[in-house]
């Protein structure tokens, strides 16, 4: 049975951090990509980052770039956001989300690609 189960999420200070963690099952071994999408108030589900788990290429957004870090613990099968400089804009529930047979790309792909999602966690930023 796939499960992916977020946690991390809260109330922060612009300019602040969080970290957040994706507990991942046993099931979703057979996907090749996994990553974190954000859905902000009245906006579509948006790419942050993800993992390509057979090389491990990361890809970011760019409201991602040099400020979310994307990272792996397989021993512990959790999957981490790492996100600092914070703002109000980055306010939103953060998905985890895992895909099978997703095509390599230079950028985050459509959320419409990912099979498997968590319930999603919330962050927001005043």
């Known amino acids: 049975h796939v499960q992916l189960v977020e946690s991390g999420g809260g109330s922060v200070q612009a300019g602040g951090s969080l970290r957040l963690s994706c507990a991942v099952s046993?099931?979703?071994?057979?996907?090749?990509?996994m990553g974190w999408f954000r859905q902000r108030p009245g906006k579509e589900r948006e790419g942050v980052a993800v993992?390509?788990?057979?090389?491990?290429?990361?890809v970011y957004s760019d409201s991602a770039k040099g400020r979310f870090t994307l990272s792996q613990d397989n021993a512990k099968d959790t999957l981490y956001l790492q996100m600092t400089s914070l703002e109000p804009e980055d306010t939103a529930m953060y998905y985890c989300?895992?895909?099978?047979?997703?095509?390599?790309?230079?950028?985050?792909?459509?959320?419409?690609?990912?099979?498997?999602w968590g319930q999603g966690t919330q962050v927001t930023v005043s």
């Open positions: 046993r099931g979703t071994s057979l996907s090749n990509c």
């Open positions: 989300a895992a895909g099978v047979n997703v095509r390599a790309r230079d950028y985050v792909p459509s959320a419409s690609v990912f099979g498997y």
């Open positions: 993992i390509y788990t057979g090389g491990g290429k990361i």
